[in-house]
């Protein structure tokens, strides 16, 4: 079982839906938590950081963490077309070994 | 202005020559970082530096070898490069304080090995 998984999609939704992007981990010692966002040759672009469990809103994102169940989540409102790109979740347990997930590409259709 | 700068963005070269990436922060961060994306995607870390000092040294060839002349570059020197190591290299930082591990990447170093 690999550390982290995430459904490599690609996904593609209407302009205006909702997205529900998610990410399974094995190591229960994870507790710090991220999401990037990125665009086709760009560099990974920081959207939502969580330290241990809860929910994190910020504008039309919005992450939770459920660390009894090791998924985390992030849900996209109202979804654009620059919304499009690959989105990668990132963890680690404290230490400076980050661990991503090998992403979802999104496509937000006009 | 750039908070994570690289350099160069593209880079061609033949198999079994050496070369240099650089990297650069000005957002004061004291942790400096290099990944590898390789082409499915797959983003790995290779090396971490905090303070200047190697913290994390993943399972890498010897023929990486990352330097910090100081908290606000790291450097990555790669020898002897092989067809393998075609592959885009970010370089990222973050500071470490309390509950903090945001990192932020640069915007890459698009690698061809020929």
């Known amino acids: 079982q690999k550390e982290v998984e995430q459904d490599p999609g690609p996904l593609s939704v209407p302009e205006g839906a909702i997205v529900s992007l998610n990410c399974t981990y094995s190591?229960?010692?994870?507790?710090?938590f991220m999401w990037y966002r990125q665009y086709s040759r760009k560099g990974p672009e920081l959207l939502m950081y969580?330290?241990?469990?809860g929910n994190k809103e910020d504008g039309r994102f919005t992450a939770q963490v459920d660390k009894s169940s090791k998924y985390i989540s992030l849900f996209i409102r109202d979804s654009q077309p620059s919304d499009s790109a690959t989105y990668l979740c990132?963890?680690?347990?404290?230490?400076?070994?980050?661990?991503f997930g090998p992403g979802t590409r999104l496509s937000v259709l006009p | 202005d750039t908070a994570v700068s690289q350099t160069p963005k593209y880079l061609v070269t033949q198999m079994g020559n050496d070369k240099s990436i650089k990297c650069e922060q000005n957002?004061?961060?004291?942790?400096m970082y290099w990944y590898k994306q390789d082409s499915k995607k797959f983003l790995k870390i290779m090396f971490s530096?905090?303070?200047?000092?190697?913290?994390i040294n993943e399972t890498v060839p010897n023929r990486f070898s990352p330097k910090s002349p100081d908290k606000a570059h790291l450097n990555l020197h790669i020898n002897s490069l092989e067809l393998g190591d075609s592959a885009v290299y970010f370089c990222?930082?973050?500071?470490?304080?309390?509950?903090?591990?945001?990192?932020?990447f640069g915007p890459g170093t698009r690698l061809t090995v020929t």
């Open positions: 990132a963890m680690s347990g404290g230490g400076q070994n980050f661990v």
């Open positions: 969580t330290y241990s469990s």
């Open positions: 530096y905090n303070n200047k000092e190697l913290i």
């Open positions: 990222a930082s973050s500071q470490w304080q309390g509950t903090s591990r945001e990192q932020y």
């Open positions: 957002l004061g961060h004291d942790t």
């Open positions: 190591n229960s010692a994870f507790q710090y």
